[in-house]
């Protein structure tokens, strides 16, 4: 069981949007920065977001993220195959002094 | 080009124990705060660990507290693990990861990884 809640899976068609969301508490999302992640297989994880809604280095800006309180929101616009992967949120929590992520969620580009 | 890269991973019987280095290249190591993060098969990421950048400040997960140590040597640019007492449960491949603002979950970049395999 996760501290931060995501959905098990997304899916959209290529082109289309999709939103992954994040959800927390007020000592995690709600008073802290919330990173996002994409996770490819054999892969090391990539920072796609960093402080809500900066997009890391070399990110293109189809990806875009928001919070608000206590939830967020990753979007990815005009979807490619290659955009499918798993998606992690994640943030520090300054009740459990720990880092937590989300559960995870599956992209799939129909 | 910033780099971590990892070692020490491989199969160790239940009750063993292992040491994972991680070491940094292209930026100024010690003024970064580190972290281990682990992903078990078909699982999700669950965070490990945390020293600051002078290693006076140390947390851990529930899941590994009083049988795994973090460290690091800044004058070699590197962060350990130790583990004690492994489990199979702690099967999974390991990442160091830079904080780029300590206690952020702001981590970047990511090591490539490196498999521990617990099991008789």
């Known amino acids: 069981q996760s501290v931060l809640t995501q959905p098990p899976s997304v899916s959209a068609a290529p082109g289309q949007k999709v939103t992954i969301s994040c959800s927390g508490s007020s000592s995690n999302i709600g008073n802290n920065y919330l990173s996002w992640y994409l996770l490819l297989p054999g892969r090391a994880p990539k920072l796609l977001i960093y402080e809500n809604n900066k997009r890391s280095s070399g990110v293109p800006d189809r990806f875009s993220a928001s919070k608000s309180g206590t939830s967020a929101t990753l979007a990815i616009t005009g979807l490619q195959t290659g955009d499918e992967a798993d998606y992690y949120c994640g943030t520090w929590d300054n009740s459990l002094r720990t880092v937590v992520f989300g559960g995870g969620t599956k992209l799939t580009v129909l | 080009e910033v780099e971590l890269v990892e070692s020490g991973g491989g199969l160790v019987q239940p009750g063993g124990s292992l040491r994972l280095s991680c070491v940094g290249s292209?930026?100024?190591?010690?003024?970064?705060?580190m972290n281990w993060v682990r992903q078990a098969p078909g699982k999700g990421l669950e965070w490990i660990s945390y020293?600051?950048?002078?290693?006076?400040?140390?947390y851990y997960a529930d899941s590994v507290r009083g049988r795994f140590t973090i460290s690091r040597d800044n004058a070699k640019n590197s962060v350990y693990l130790q583990m004690n007492s492994l489990r199979a449960e702690d099967t999974a491949l390991y990442f160091c990861?830079?904080?780029?603002?300590?206690?952020?979950?702001?981590?970047?970049?990511w090591g490539q990884g490196i498999l521990v395999t617990v099991s008789s």
């Open positions: 292209g930026f100024t190591f010690r003024i970064y705060s």
């Open positions: 020293i600051s950048s002078s290693g006076d400040t140390i």
């Open positions: 990861v830079r904080e780029r603002v300590p206690q952020s979950a702001w981590f970047d970049p």
